[in-house]
C-alpha cells in the first residue's frame, strides 16, 4: 500500500478520484467510509474514502493529498458502505452522487458527525486568581465566575438560572480570560431502555406469520405478507419488531410517502416507550441529521422513513419492513434512481436478516418471486374484528345519467349510507377543477407552452396548472382563438367536492389532495377529522388509497376507473387494480358492512370482471400469464437509457449513435429497442426520447453496461442532450 486513497466526490462523474493522504497521517489510519476533506478543482468539498489502492493512474507530481480527516471513525459501517458500492454498480449511478444520497446534508458539508453541545469553564490563569481581580461593582461576573469554579463546566440551561444576561456576562468573563469556550461530543447510551405496551390478541394467520417470521432470526429470509386490507398487517410488523427490539437490535420499517408516516409513527410510538428515528424529506436538515444519529448509535431501537431510509445507518440491524411493498413510490424517478424495495431485499440478504414485505396488492415480481421458491408467502385472508370484505359493484356509465361525473346510482348510494350514519369516500386521482379548458364553438383547448399536455382548471385560484412542469396562467375569459366564451370540461377533485356540496347541502366535506394539505401539518389535521367523525363525506386522491383506517366509512366510490385501462405501460393494468382494490379496503373496516361502487364505461372489460368475480389473486395470476407469454418483467430485465434536449432532432440522433455502440460490442442476449419518442414527447420545454434495453436476466444487460457506458459517454452526441440510465424502471415515460 503507497498511500492511494479512492475517495468519492459528490459530483456526475462514474468513478472515485485519487489522493494521497494528509500530510503527518498515516494512510493505514484511514478506514473506508471516514470523511475527509480534500480539494477539487477551486473548491474545498467533503469526500468519503471508498477504498485503499496500491497505485494511482495519475502520475505522482499531479496526485493532490487531501486537506484533512474530517471524523475519527467511518459515518458508514463497512457493510452499509458495500451496498452503496454496489449500488452504485447496479444502477450505474457515479458513486459519489449514492454515497451523498445516503447521507443528511449538514454531513455532506462537513458538520460534526456526533452530536456535540457548548459548555463554558473557568481557564486554568481564573482558577488559580480570585474574583477580586474583576471590577468592584461586577457583582454578576463574581457571580458566575464562582458558579464555574465550583465545577469542571456548565452549559446555557444551568448559566441561564444564574441571569437573564448570562450571555453577555460571559462574552465580558472571555475579553478579561478567565472563561473558555468548549465544544463537547455527546456520547448517548448505545441502547436505550424499551418497554412495550400490550397489543390485541392475534388471530391465527397473524400468529402464524409472527411464529415464521422470529423463527428465522439470524438468518436472510424474505417474507412477502400479503393481507388483505384490514388484516393486521401493521400487528404482525409490531409484533415481530417486539422480539427483535427485546434482542437489543434495530428495525428498520419503510412507507412509501410521508403521508403515511404520522399514522404509523403514531401506531408504533404507542407500542415501544422509547424514542423513534423518523426519516423523510420534509423534515429539515437538522431534524434529519438527529434522526440518523439516533439511528446510528442504536438509540432509536426502531427507524421508520420513507424511501431514501433504506440507506440509514444502523448500529444492531435485525429485520428489514417494507410496507406497502407494490408502491411505486419506492422507485426513485430522477437522479439515482434506485428502488429501496429491491434494496430492501439485496441489505437483508447482506446483513443476513429477515425482511418482511407486507401489501395487499403484492407486485407481480414479488408474487413472482414466491412462486420461484425465494420467498415465503405469509397470507392473512380475512379481516380483523369480524370485519367483512366490502361488495364490490361496477356502474355502467353508458346506461346511467350523471350529475358532473357522479352517476345517479352513485348518489343514491352515498344518499344511503350517510341516512344511515356512515361515511362516504370518493375518489379520483385527478386534482383541479378540471382536467382541461374548452371552446365550444372552434374546438381550442388550453394547451401547456411547454409541455404536450392541457393545462389542467384551479377554479378557486382561477389560475390553469399545468401538473407535469409546474406553468401557470390566469383562466382567460374568453377564448384566444375566437373570442367566444371558454368553458372547463371533465371533473377533478376540486369539482367533484363542489358538486357534493350542491347534492348534499349541509353535509360535512373533505377534500384531501395535494393542494388541499399543501400547509405543514394540514393532512394529520384533515385526517383526524375523519377520523373523529367531523367530515361525512370525503373527497381525495392517491392520498387516501393507502394504509389509512377510517372506521366508519362504509361507501368508497372509483369515480373513473378508465383511466387507466388503456395506458400506454405495460404495467398500466396492475396499477390500476391495485388503486382500485387498495381505495376498495377503506370501507367496512369496523362494524358497518362496506360496499364499492366503480364507475366504468368499460364494465365488459377483463381487468374489471377479473376483481369483481375473482378479486386481486385473480387478475394476478392471469396478468402474471400475461407477463410471462410476453417475455416482460419479472420474467425479463429491462433498462432504459433517456435523453431529452431543447431541440427535437438531438435525442434521437445521440439514442441513434447509442444503439449503434450496443449492437457493434455484439451483447448476447440483449435485445435494443428504439429509439422513440416517449409518449410525452416535450415536457418542460425539452423534447424527450428513449431506447429500450431487453434481456432475459440482468447479468447480459450489466456486462454491456460495463463496456458501453464509457463509450456512450465519449459520444459527440452525449454533449448535445441531458442523458440517464433506468436499471429495473419502472415507468415508460
Not at 465566575?145 to 468573563?173: I, K, N, P, T
Not at 403521508?259 to 423513534?276: G, H, K, N, S, W
Not at 430485465?637 to 431529452?644: K, S
Amino acid at each position: 500500500m503507497t498511500g492511494v486513497l479512492a475517495i468519492a466526490i459528490d459530483a456526475p462523474l462514474r468513478r472515485l478520484f485519487d489522493y494521497r493522504a494528509p500530510p503527518h497521517v498515516d494512510p493505514a489510519s484511514l478506514l473506508p467510509g471516514m470523511r475527509l476533506w480534500v480539494p477539487f478543482g477551486r473548491r474545498r468539498v467533503v469526500g468519503v474514502l471508498v477504498e485503499h489502492r496500491s497505485r494511482s493512474e495519475l502520475p505522482d507530481a499531479k496526485l493532490k493529498a487531501a486537506l484533512g480527516l474530517i471524523d475519527d471513525e467511518p459515518v458508514f459501517d463497512q457493510r452499509l458502505l458495500e451496498l452503496l458500492k454496489w449500488s452504485a454498480e447496479y444502477y450505474r449511478h457515479p458513486p459519489g452522487e449514492v454515497i451523498a444520497a445516503a447521507l443528511p446534508a449538514p454531513l455532506r458539508s462537513g458538520a460534526a458527525m456526533l452530536e456535540t453541545s457548548e459548555r463554558w469553564t473557568l481557564s486554568a490563569a481564573a482558577r488559580t486568581g480570585h474574583t477580586s481581580d474583576l471590577p468592584a461593582r461586577a457583582n454578576r461576573l463574581r457571580e458566575m465566575a464562582d458558579y464555574l469554579r465550583s465545577r469542571d463546566s456548565a452549559d446555557a440551561a444551568e448559566l441561564g438560572v444564574l441571569s437573564q444576561r448570562w450571555r453577555d456576562h460571559l462574552r465580558e468573563l472571555e475579553k478579561r480570560g478567565w472563561v473558555t469556550r468548549l465544544q463537547v461530543t455527546e456520547t448517548p447510551p448505545s441502547r436505550a431502555d424499551v418497554s412495550t405496551a400490550a397489543g390485541p390478541e392475534p388471530t391465527p394467520a397473524q400468529h402464524s406469520a409472527i411464529a415464521a417470521i422470529e423463527a428465522a432470526h439470524g438468518s436472510f429470509a424474505p417474507f412477502l405478507l400479503h393481507g388483505v386490507t384490514g388484516s393486521g398487517k401493521t400487528e404482525v410488523y409490531l409484533r415481530a419488531i417486539e422480539a427483535v427490539v427485546a434482542r437489543g437490535e434495530q428495525a428498520l420499517v419503510l412507507v412509501p410517502e410521508i403521508a403515511l408516516t404520522p399514522q404509523l409513527v403514531a401506531r408504533f410510538a404507542a407500542r415501544f416507550d422509547a424514542p423513534l428515528a423518523v426519516l423523510h424529506s420534509s423534515l429539515t436538515d437538522q431534524e434529519r441529521l438527529r434522526a440518523w444519529r439516533a439511528a446510528r448509535v442504536g438509540t432509536a431501537p426502531v427507524v421508520i422513513g420513507t424511501r431514501s431510509a433504506i440507506f440509514a445507518p444502523l448500529a444492531r440491524p435485525g429485520l428489514i419492513v417494507v410496507d406497502e411493498e407494490h408502491d411505486p413510490s419506492y422507485k426513485q424517478q430522477e437522479g439515482f434512481r434506485y428502488s429501496a424495495r429491491d434494496l430492501a431485499l439485496v441489505r437483508a440478504q447482506r446483513l443476513s436478516i429477515p425482511v418482511v414485505l407486507g401489501s395487499a396488492t403484492p407486485s407481480l415480481e414479488s408474487l413472482e418471486r414466491v412462486r420461484a421458491g425465494k420467498a415465503t408467502l405469509l397470507d392473512l385472508p380475512t379481516r380483523t374484528g369480524g370485519a367483512s370484505q366490502p361488495t364490490l359493484h361496477l356502474i355502467d356509465l353508458r346506461r346511467h345519467a350523471e350529475t358532473q361525473g357522479i352517476a345517479t346510482p352513485t348518489v343514491l348510494a352515498v344518499k344511503r349510507h350517510l341516512d344511515a350514519g356512515g361515511q362516504v369516500l370518493m375518489y379520483l386521482n385527478r386534482r383541479g377543477y378540471a382536467p382541461s379548458l374548452f371552446c365550444p364553438s372552434c374546438g381550442w383547448v388550453a394547451p401547456c407552452p411547454r409541455c404536450d399536455a392541457r393545462l389542467t382548471v384551479h377554479q378557486r385560484e382561477q389560475r390553469l396548472h399545468c401538473h407535469h412542469c409546474g406553468t401557470e396562467q390566469r383562466v382567460p375569459e374568453i377564448c384566444p382563438s375566437c373570442g367566444e366564451a371558454v368553458k372547463p370540461v371533465g371533473q377533478g377533485t376540486e369539482r367533484i367536492e363542489e358538486t357534493l356540496a350542491r347534492l348534499f347541502p349541509g353535509v360535512p366535506l373533505a377534500r384531501i389532495d395535494r393542494d388541499a394539505v399543501r400547509r405543514k401539518g394540514a393532512l394529520e389535521e384533515a385526517l383526524d377529522r375523519v377520523t373523529r367523525g367531523e367530515v361525512r363525506l370525503l373527497v381525495g386522491t392517491q392520498m387516501l388509497t393507502k394504509g389509512h383506517h377510517f372506521p366508519d366509512v362504509s361507501l368508497v366510490v372509483v369515480l373513473n376507473a378508465d383511466q387507466g385501462l388503456f395506458g400506454t405501460d405495460f404495467r398500466a393494468s396492475e396499477r390500476l387494480a391495485q388503486t382500485i382494490v387498495q381505495v376498495a379496503g377503506r370501507a367496512g373496516r369496523a362494524e358497518r358492512p362496506g360496499e364499492v361502487l366503480v364507475q366504468t364505461e368499460y364494465p365488459e372489460h377483463p381487468l374489471l370482471a377479473q376483481l369483481v368475480t375473482g378479486g386481486y389473486d385473480a387478475f394476478a395470476s392471469a396478468a402474471l400469464e400475461e407477463r410471462k407469454q410476453a417475455l416482460w418483467p419479472p420474467f425479463a430485465r429491462i433498462a432504459v437509457l433517456r435523453a431529452e434536449a431543447a431541440r427535437r432532432e438531438a435525442p434521437i440522433a445521440f439514442l441513434d449513435r447509442a444503439r449503434g455502440l450496443a449492437e457493434s460490442l455484439a451483447a448476447n442476449g440483449v435485445e435494443v429497442l428504439g429509439p422513440a419518442a416517449a409518449p410525452m414527447e416535450r415536457r418542460a420545454g425539452h423534447y424527450r426520447a428513449q431506447l429500450l434495453l431487453h434481456a432475459p436476466s440482468h447479468t447480459p444487460l450489466q456486462r454491456l453496461f460495463a463496456r458501453w457506458l464509457p463509450a456512450v459517454e465519449e459520444l459527440p452526441e452525449a454533449r448535445r442532450v441531458r442523458w440517464s440510465l433506468d436499471v429495473d424502471p419502472l415507468e415508460l415515460f
